[in-house]
């Protein structure tokens, strides 16, 4: 039989809720000492009744009551008298195994910096076994938990971050810092400059895309440190940062400065990329004669959310071309542009694609006309597909360079190169959101003339929620350990990782007697109530 939920009606005003323990006793007989030993066992019960209910919410009770079959049933509860006094933020999970019978849990995942993590007489739910928490708890600042995407090559062994530098030393020390790990890497600068981060080919980025360096330091008597994103094509940026004051000197990259224990500080630095890159590493290093630095907990990377938040095309290479079908034009790909020179009276661009209209109807692009032919040339339309729609005039969108343009299409332009820019709100078009997913967009530049010549620079599909979490993103969490005492003790033992639940924890319960019954009066108004015990197998 399925465990089921407890019915959605509040009860009478005094249900009980309590905690039946498992003691036992041993009196001696020559002194009458008593011993008491707890033993396994301990569950919760209660009692809770119902009066004068109507009669709509009393078939929901007796319905609920009947099903359980008597002792048989199981149903999942909330105290009733669970009131959430802590803070409780951060998905805190089990910090390695625990035994059966331990009256104390090490967790780890929650949010750093919350002086009541839990307040006495809070409730958690972990593995399924419902616990109060007896003691207030706090979670200080612990730990650094970076995000799965690291192209940083030994993230927590400063020594392995860089080769040899002939100005100076990077060398493991045991030290104590708030990285998660006993090591960190003291940095003696002999002279100049001392590289003690640094990646070799690590990844492509396409322009607009967000790339982070982020490591926590303890500076003594050091000067700067620069930040150096560079790629096949140079360098995109160099940012430095005193170490002194821990702030941005100098560069393009936006710089986050935390400060954490131990004399430590968190630096992220954020470098929103102004050009397609191929192969972007990063160069990291200090300078200051003589100085002294401690480094730990490195990160490099990408920002791992979709990007630009939907499909995008810059079209910088055959591949991004490639992910459109063309009918009409002649296609070629150069200085990150595609031109499309027209071929026959109703040319298309068009492209496949899978996505819920709901969540993507942000729409970008920017393009330009090399030749006049006059007449339709600059009159640019697109249409989009579902499973029950084509490429119909009901899914046209005109968003042209000159004249009659959509309600829903912003113009902008042009600009110094020629450019238009336009900025297209689909979910105001009056089929976007009406018949399912999208499947399908087409892009016609011209209408019904041959040898238009257009420039293309890119189009995206944007959702304007996904942007907002992206721009918000930061590798870097600070996070908290915390020892969480629980009464009753555990009843199984853990593996480590389960999660704790705080919102609304639940135990399962079963019905203390196979009878039930109700009241009902003149009027049909009934009342009942019944005695539960958890189930502590």
């Given at each position: 039989m399925a465990v089921k939920n407890f019915p959605d009606i509040s009860p009478d005003a005094n249900p009980s809720f309590t905690l039946e323990n498992n003691t036992t006793s041993f009196e001696s007989t020559l002194n009458k000492n008593v011993q008491h030993m707890e033993l396994p066992g301990a569950r919760w019960r209660g009692s809770v009744a119902f009066s004068n209910r109507t009669r709509q919410e009393a078939n929901k009770i007796k319905a609920f009551m009947t099903s359980l079959g008597g002792k048989v049933g199981r149903f999942y509860l909330t105290p009733f008298d669970a009131y959430q006094s802590g803070t409780m933020s951060g998905a805190g999970v089990v910090d390695g195994a625990v035994a059966s019978g331990s009256s104390l849990l090490n967790t780890k995942g929650w949010n750093a910096d919350q002086d009541k993590l839990f307040e006495a007489g809070d409730y958690l739910e972990v593995n399924g076994e419902l616990k109060m928490v007896p003691e207030d708890v706090s979670a200080p600042q612990s730990y650094i938990e970076y995000t799965d995407t690291n192209?940083?090559?030994?993230?927590?062994?400063?020594?392995?971050?860089?080769?040899?530098?002939?100005?100076?030393?990077?060398?493991?020390?045991?030290?104590?810092?708030p990285s998660g790990s006993s090591l960190a890497g003291e940095c003696q600068i002999v002279s100049g400059d001392l590289v003690f981060a640094s990646t070799t080919n690590s990844?492509?980025?396409?322009?607009?895309?967000?790339?982070?360096?982020?490591?926590?330091?303890?500076?003594?008597?050091?000067?700067?440190?620069?930040?150096?994103?560079?790629?096949?094509?140079?360098?995109?940026?160099?940012?430095?940062?005193?170490?002194?004051?821990?702030?941005?000197?100098?560069?393009?990259?936006?710089?986050?400065?935390?400060?954490?224990?131990?004399?430590?500080?968190?630096?992220?630095?954020?470098?929103?990329?102004?050009?397609?890159?191929?192969?972007?590493?990063?160069?990291?290093?200090?300078?200051?004669?003589?100085?002294?630095?401690?480094?730990?907990?490195?990160?490099?990377?990408?920002?791992?959310?979709?990007?630009?938040?939907?499909?995008?095309?810059?079209?910088?290479?055959?591949?991004?071309?490639?992910?459109?079908?063309?009918?009409?034009?002649?296609?070629?790909?150069?200085?990150?542009?595609?031109?499309?020179?027209?071929?026959?009276?109703?040319?298309?661009?068009?492209?496949?694609?899978?996505?819920?209209?709901?969540?993507?109807?942000?729409?970008?692009?920017?393009?330009?006309?090399?030749?006049?032919?006059?007449?339709?040339?600059?009159?640019?339309?697109?249409?989009?597909?579902?499973?029950?729609?084509?490429?119909?005039?009901?899914t046209r969108t005109d968003f042209s360079l000159e004249g009659t343009i959509s309600s829903w299409v912003a113009r902008v332009g042009p600009d110094e190169e020629g450019f238009y820019s336009f900025e297209i709100d689909m979910?105001?078009?009056?089929?976007?959101?009406?018949?399912?997913?999208?499947?399908?967009?087409?892009?016609?530049?011209?209408?019904?003339?041959?040898?238009?010549?257009?420039?293309?620079?890119?189009?995206?599909?944007?959702?304007?929620?996904?942007?907002?979490?992206?721009?918000?993103?930061?590798?870097?969490?600070?996070?908290?350990?915390?020892?969480?005492?629980?009464?009753?003790?555990?009843?199984?033992?853990?593996?480590?990782?389960?999660?704790?639940?705080?919102?609304?924890?639940k135990g399962k319960f079963y019905l203390g007697s196979n009878d039930q019954s109700w009241d009902i009066n003149v009027n049909g108004v009934q009342s009942m109530g019944f005695d539960f015990i958890e189930d502590v197998n």
């Open positions: 192209y940083m090559p030994s993230p927590f062994d400063p020594e392995g971050w860089a080769g040899p530098s002939p100005n100076g030393t990077v060398t493991n020390v045991t030290l104590a810092n990844f492509n980025s396409v322009s607009g895309e967000k790339i982070y360096f982020c490591f926590i330091v303890k500076n003594i008597n050091a000067n700067n440190v620069f930040f150096r994103f560079q790629s096949d094509a140079g360098i995109e940026d160099q940012t430095r940062v005193s170490l002194s004051t821990l702030t941005k000197v100098s560069g393009s990259s936006d710089v986050l400065v935390t400060q954490l224990s131990d004399g430590f500080s968190l630096v992220q630095v954020e470098r929103v990329t102004s050009s397609n890159l191929t192969n972007a590493d990063i160069l990291v290093y200090a300078n200051g004669d003589g100085g002294t630095l401690y480094v730990q907990a490195a990160y490099f990377g990408k920002n791992p959310l979709a990007f630009p938040y939907a499909l995008y095309n810059q079209f910088a290479d055959a591949g991004e071309a490639g992910d459109y079908g063309y009918i009409g034009y002649n296609e070629t790909i150069g200085g990150g542009l595609i031109n499309l020179v027209s071929t026959n009276y109703d040319p298309q661009m068009i492209r496949s694609v899978n996505f819920d209209p709901s969540d993507f109807y942000i729409l970008k692009l920017r393009v330009r006309e090399n030749i006049d032919l006059g007449g339709g040339s600059k009159s640019m339309t697109m249409f989009f597909r579902t499973d029950t729609q084509s490429y119909a005039v009901e979910s105001q078009h009056p089929e976007w959101l009406l018949n399912g997913d999208i499947k399908g967009i087409r892009f016609d530049f011209t209408n019904a003339q041959i040898g238009t010549d257009t420039d293309v620079d890119y189009i995206t599909i944007e959702s304007p929620e996904l942007r907002q979490e992206y721009d918000a993103f930061w590798p870097a969490q600070l996070l908290a350990t915390a020892d969480i005492p629980i009464a009753p003790p555990l009843r199984k033992a853990l593996t480590g990782g389960e999660s704790i639940i705080t919102s609304e924890p």
